[in-house]
C-alpha cells in the first residue's frame, strides 16, 4: 500500500492507502474523491484527471511520456510545471506519502 | 459442487446468487464450461483492468469472441497502439464535446416518446431502440434520413444479434455470425461514402486518420467502425432497458425520478452499478498469476465480472440494495481500467435526456410479466423485451 493525499478542490485532504499498481486516478475514483473525473479510463486520452502534484516531489515520479505532456495542453485548469495526469502515476515506493493537488475544474 | 456457467439461461436471467458465491467462496475460480477463470471481487477487477501488461486484451475482449475481430479494435488492442487509436476517437465522445448534441438527441427523445402516447401498455424495446439507433447515427455520422442506407430496426436487431451467444454450443451460432458480417458490409459502405465525401463527422475522420504519419489499416477501420455501431447500439439499448426494468419494478424511485427529473443521473449512476448491461468481459494472461491461492497460467483465459464486482459488499455497503441515494463513485457499470467505455458521456447525457422525455409522456408504469425472457449472451444482460402497463398518473 502507498499513501497518497488528495486535497480536493475545496480544500479537503483526503488520505487514501492505494493498492500498488494502482493508478492515482483510479484509487481516487473507487474511494470517492472528489475531482477526478477520468472519462477515458485511465488510457492518456482524455485529460479530466488532471492533477498538481507536490513541487519537492516531482524528481521521485516517473517523468511524463510525450504523449501526456500533449493531452496536458487539453487540461480545463489552468496548466503549471507541476501538472500530471494521476491516471498516468502508479502507486509504489517512490510515491509514498505524495500529497496532489486537484484543480478547480476538470471539464 | 459449484459451478458457474457464463453461457447458462440462469446466469443470463439472475446472475447475481452465482456472482455472490464466487465472491465469498471462490475468488479465483476456474470454470471448465467456459473454459475460463473467473475474477469476482471489485478491487480484483480493478487491478486486472488496470495492469493491461499481465492481463491483455489483444486475443479478444468478449467473452465470447468474433472472428477476425482481435486485433483491430480499441477494445482488443493493448497499449500503446490502444492509446492512440483511443487519442482519435475519444475527442469526440469527451462530455465537453458533446454539448451540440443535447438539442438534437432531445428532438430525437421527444418524437420516440410521441408514438407511445395513447397506448395502455408497450414493449419499452419500441422506444430504446428507435432512439439508440438515432442517437447513435447522429453522433457517429451515419447516414439517415434522405441518405439512409438501411432501416433503423434493421441496424438495431443485427447489433442485438451480433452480441448473443449459443447457450447449447457455448458459441456463436450462425445467425449471430451472418448479423456481424452484415454489420461489417454496413460499416464498409458508410466508410466508402464518407471517404469519397468526407465530412466533418466521426468516421470521416476516423476513416482518414493517420498514427504517426501511417494510415490506418484497413482491418482497423473496418472492425473500429463495426464495433463503434455495436457496442454503441447494443450497449445503450441494452442499458437503456435495464434502467427501464429497474424504475419499473422500484415504484418509490420511479416516482422520485418523475417528480424531479433532476434525480435522473444519481438514479442511472446507481442502476449502472446494481445492474449493468455490460457483465462480464474477458482478458488472456501474459505470464503466470497466483491469487487467492490458485495459479493461472500464461495464454489462459480471465474473466472480469463487473457486474460483481460492482455488489461487492468490501467495495459498497449493503451492495445487494438499491439506493438511489448512494452515488457510487468508481462503479463497473461502464468497465474498468484502460478499456474502460468510451461513450461513458454520451451514455449519460442520452439516458437522462430520453428518461425526462420519456416520462413526460408516460409518467407512471408497471411491469407486465414477472417473468422475463433475457438475451443468451454471456458478455451482456437486458431483457429481450420488456412489456410495460401505463398507470394513472398518481393523484389522478
Partial sequence: MTQITYIEPDGKAVTVNVTEGWSLMQAATANGVEGILGECGGSGACATCHCYVDEARLADLPPPSQGELDMLENAAAERRPNSRLSCQLKAGPALEGLTVTLPETQE | MFSFDPYSPS????????????????PCFWSPEAQMWILSRYADIVSAGQDWQTYSSASGNLMTELPNRAGATL????????????????????KRNLESLGEPIRDIARAAAQDLRGQADFDFKDFSSKFTVRVLMAALG?????????DEATVRDKAVLMVQSDPRTRGKGPEHLEAFNWMQEYAAKVIAMRRAAPRNDLISNFAMAEIDGDRLDEREVL???????????????????????????LPEVQALCVANPALLPDAIEESLRFNTSAQRFRRRLMKDVTLHGQT???????????????????????????????????HLGF???????????????????????FHKVVPRYTRVADQLAWMPSSTFRSPLRLDLAVQAAAGQ
Fill in chain 2, 335 to 357: 468497465g474498468g481500467g484502460v478499456h474502460a467505455c468510451l461513450g461513458t458521456a454520451i451514455a449519460r447525457l442520452s439516458v437522462k435526456i430520453a428518461f425526462e422525455e
Fill in chain 2, 142 to 150: 451515419l447516414p439517415s434520413g434522405e441518405e439512409a442506407i438501411v
Fill in chain 2, 75 to 94: 477494445g482488443t488492442t493493448d497499449p500503446p497502439r490502444h492509446d492512440r487509436l483511443r487519442g482519435l476517437i475519444q475527442h469526440a465522445f469527451m
Fill in chain 2, 296 to 330: 493461472m497460467k500464461a495464454g489462459d483465459f480471465v474473466c472480469l465480472a463487473y457486474g460483481s464486482g460492482n455488489r461487492d459488499e468490501r467495495q459498497y455497503p449493503d451492495a445487494g440494495r438499491y439506493d438511489i441515494t448512494r452515488k457510487p463513485r468508481g
Fill in chain 2, 223 to 249: 472492425l473500429t467502425t463495426t464495433t463503434l455501431i455495436m457496442a454503441g447500439v447494443e450497449s445503450l439499448g441494452g442499458f437503456m432497458m435495464m434502467f427501464a426494468y429497474n424504475l419499473a419494478s
Fill in chain 2, 11 to 26: 446466469v443470463d436471467a439472475d446472475p447475481f446468487p452465482y456472482y455472490q458465491r464466487l465472491r465469498d467462496e471462490h
